[in-house]
């Protein structure tokens, strides 16, 4: 069945640094992927929709300069959080539809990545 | 933006219990989503369904269109199901969704 794969799974780093992480779809084309956000006992919250060959779509209160989102190609795309800080430090999460532009097309889910910020 | 409420936030029972976790949901949908997250964060996609039923071998859901409500059915329990469940609707920005905050189930042996 289709996978997307996310990496790292965890990440620590110093504030000031900043991190890359992966979502690669495995065997399905996605021009679209989605990046969310979850914090503990808190629920996923979509943070930028990434389109291929496009800039990015943020949602309200994300700062694209924070959060700068790559989709060079079909199967990839990449969030760097830059200059990251001990609140950047949460549960970061990808998604993709096997079908683009399907509201009612399977979804599927990156591992998602758990970066701490020291 | 539709407002996603789930019941119970948080569930124990008893291996081998009937389970029902619900779901209510504000603005009409094409399909709504239940995934479910493990205690490691991995999310896996359990069933998106428009109308009626769906099931997959100890899983049950159901959604009611007209009462914007829709149920999660977990048969003869076993603490492998033991994970957070999360029902999803579309919004959210382009073609993303918007999250219940998930019911907590723990299930003891």
């Known amino acids: 069945g289709a996978v997307v794969s996310q990496h790292p799974s965890w990440v620590i780093c110093k504030s000031g640094t900043s991190v890359k992480i992966e979502c690669r779809s495995l065997?399905?084309?996605?021009?679209?992927m989605f990046w969310y956000r979850q914090f503990p006992k808190q629920s996923l919250m979509l943070m930028a929709t990434s389109n291929e060959g496009s800039k990015a779509t943020y949602e309200q209160g994300i700062e694209k300069d924070k959060f700068l989102i790559n989709h060079a190609s079909l199967t990839l795309s990449t969030l760097t959080v830059t200059s990251a800080h001990p609140e950047d430090s949460s549960f970061y999460i990808c998604?993709?539809?096997?079908?683009?532009?399907?509201?009612?097309?399977?979804?599927?889910f990156g591992n998602g990545t758990r970066l701490t910020v020291t | 933006k539709n407002e996603v409420e789930q019941s119970p936030q948080n569930l124990t029972a008893q291996e081998g219990e009937f389970i029902t976790i619900n779901c209510s949901y504000s603005?009409?949908?094409?399909?709504l989503h239940w995934l479910q997250q493990h205690p490691g964060g991995g999310i896996v996609s359990l069933f998106m369904?428009?109308?009626g039923k769906k099931k997959h071998g100890r899983l049950i859901a159901t959604i009611n269109i007209q009462e914007k409500h829709s149920s999660l059915h977990i048969t003869a329990s076993h603490p492998r199901d033991s994970a957070v469940y999360i029902c999803a609707v579309p919004g959210g920005g382009a073609d993303g969704l918007t999250f219940g905050k998930g019911t907590h189930l723990i299930i003891q042996p």
């Open positions: 998604s993709a539809r096997e079908e683009q532009g399907a509201a009612n097309s399977p979804l599927h």
């Open positions: 369904l428009s109308s």
């Open positions: 603005v009409g949908i094409s399909a």
């Open positions: 065997d399905f084309q996605a021009t679209t």
